[in-house]
């Protein structure tokens, strides 16, 4: 889990961040240093559940909120990531709201 250690308002607007993170969360970006989402488990306050269905609950579904439903359409692709840490499992699911 990391931190943000200090931030700086720039003249454009933005803010530049300085965080620390774990080592294993560093490797889980692969390299990656563009495209970046800075995300706090304290910002969510939504509740949902796993659904089970099939032969011996093999099948497990994440269910979406009722207010999030509502910009969500069927799309085919989906691309899913997991974030592994001591104490938890974060699952992120990114949908492209262009190609739905």
């Not at 032969?55 to 579904?61: E, F, G, P, R, V």
């Given at each position: 889990?990391?931190?943000?250690?200090?931030?700086?308002?720039?003249?454009?607007?933005?803010?530049?961040?300085?965080?620390?993170?774990?080592?294993?969360?560093?490797?889980?970006?692969?390299?990656?240093?563009?495209?970046?989402?800075?995300?706090?488990?304290?910002?969510?306050?939504?509740?949902?559940r796993i659904s089970l269905r099939g032969k011996n609950d093999a099948t497990?579904?994440?269910?979406?909120?009722?207010?999030?439903?509502?910009?969500?359409?069927?799309?085919?692709?989906?691309?899913?990531?997991?974030?592994?840490?001591?104490?938890?499992?974060?699952?992120?699911?990114?949908?492209?709201?262009i190609k739905i």
């Amino acid at each position: 889990m990391g931190s943000i250690l200090s931030s700086k308002v720039q003249e454009d607007g933005k803010i530049t961040y300085e965080v620390v993170i774990d080592r294993d969360e560093a490797l889980q970006l692969k390299g990656n240093l563009d495209g970046i989402h800075v995300i706090s488990e304290k910002a969510a306050e939504t509740k949902s559940r796993i659904s089970l269905r099939g032969k011996n609950d093999a099948t497990k579904y994440f269910l979406i909120p009722r207010e999030f439903r509502e910009d969500i359409k069927k799309s085919k692709e989906v691309t899913c990531q997991k974030i592994d840490t001591s104490a938890k499992s974060v699952y992120i699911f990114y949908v492209d709201k262009i190609k739905i």
